[in-house]
């Protein structure tokens, strides 16, 4: 599968966005998905995950209930909705596939990857 990420922006503290990954392939059903997020200087890390039917979702401590992950397998892609953004949110944000059910939170359990968008939160 192929991954492409988009929606990133600029946004002051405060304000949303919604990330969107769209897979290429009949097959997105069969992946599970996430979100990382990589700032300068530092590892990429989880954001938030989703299993192959959207039924289970899991979060990062720092975003829980704030950011919302789902997904749309009649259009192949995947969402993150990013509210209540702070400055700490700043990073490129990669969307990833596993061929497998369940939500995993490293990015040893991904094999495949968009290219990220980036997101710049100022306060």
């Known amino acids: 599968v192929q991954l492409q990420a988009s929606g990133g922006g600029s946004v002051q503290a405060g304000g949303s966005l919604r990330l969107s990954c769209a897979a290429s392939?009949?097959?997105?059903?069969?992946?599970?998905m996430g979100w990382f997020r990589q700032a300068p200087g530092k590892e990429r890390v989880f954001v938030a995950a989703?299993?192959?039917?959207?039924?289970?979702?899991y979060y990062a401590d720092s975003v829980k209930g704030r950011f919302t992950i789902s997904r749309d397998n009649a259009k192949n892609t995947v969402y993150l909705q990013m509210n209540s953004l702070k400055p700490e949110d700043t990073a490129v944000y990669y969307c990833?596939?596993?061929?497998?059910?369940?939500?995993?939170?490293?990015?040893?359990?991904?094999?495949?990857w968009g290219q990220g968008t980036q997101v710049t939160v100022s306060s």
């Open positions: 392939g009949r097959t997105f059903r069969s992946y599970a």
């Open positions: 990833a596939g596993k061929y497998e059910d369940g939500v995993y939170t490293t990015t040893r359990g991904y094999s495949y």
């Open positions: 989703i299993n192959r039917s959207g039924g289970t979702t």
